[in-house]
């Protein structure tokens, strides 16, 4: 039988093709997905089990032993636990107000280089070039501050937005959310684990859908 260690090899060296497949293997993940001290204490009382291990890394292992003992009862146990989870999350978000305040950023500026990342781009053309204070101090307004301002609001806007597109599919009723983040699964899709990935769109294609939606619901003149 393939073992705790087996899966935990596979997924640190991100060789997923088994999980696709073995029912151990889904398993692991969606025990991982809960490996978290809260959850794992709310599902093991919920549940009436008991765990001896205190240390989180431990209790993962003792976990999945305990339940890979029946796997198809334990995925049950799991999506259900999973499943309640997901729907209080989907109850904590106002999901209307969120888009109207998404809609409020107009221009998708980074401030920074084209690789996105603000720290590199701030030693490279800031912290490098000038030794004197002086000039330093000045280009926080004429230039450092709208270079943070706009990397800020744009990883806002990508955070809230994906937060967005992933409760679409959480929505769906054969897709199963993993409750905790756990790297390169995002949902279980009957039971094969998916990470979602999410891209722009063309800007002008975005505004003739918008102009699209907002003529839509313009009533016809009588």
């Known amino acids: ?81 999973i499943k309640w989870k997901n729907q209080n999350q989907i109850l904590t978000l106002d999901i209307a107000s969120l888009v109207s305040e998404l809609y409020k950023l107009k221009n998708f500026d980074w401030g920074g280089d084209h690789q996105n990342s603000l720290d590199k781009y701030l030693v490279s053309r800031y912290v490098k070039v000038y030794t004197s204070y002086n000039q330093l101090i000045s280009k926080f307004e004429s230039e450092i501050n709208i270079a943070v301002q706009g990397y800020v609001l744009n990883s806002w806007y990508n955070h809230w937005s994906s937060i967005l597109i992933e409760h679409i599919f959480k929505a769906h009723s054969s897709v199963l959310p993993t409750v905790g983040q756990i790297k390169s699964v995002d949902f279980f899709i009957k039971d094969i684990p998916f990470d979602l990935k999410v891209t722009y769109l063309p800007v002008e294609y975005i505004k003739l859908r918008r102009k699209e939606k907002e003529t839509s619901f313009i009533e016809p003149q009588k």
Not at 9 to 25: A, D
């Open 1 to 81: 039988m393939k073992d705790f260690n087996y899966w935990k090899k596979r997924y640190e060296s991100q060789q997923l093709e088994e999980f696709n497949t073995e029912i151990t293997g889904s398993l692991w993940l969606k025990t991982k997905s809960i490996t978290r001290k809260e959850l794992v204490a709310e599902f093991i009382q919920t549940n009436n089990i008991s765990l001896n291990e205190k240390g989180l890394s431990k209790q993962f292992i003792e976990l999945f032993d305990f339940l890979s003992k029946d796997s198809e009862n334990s995925h049950a146990l799991l999506n259900s636990y």
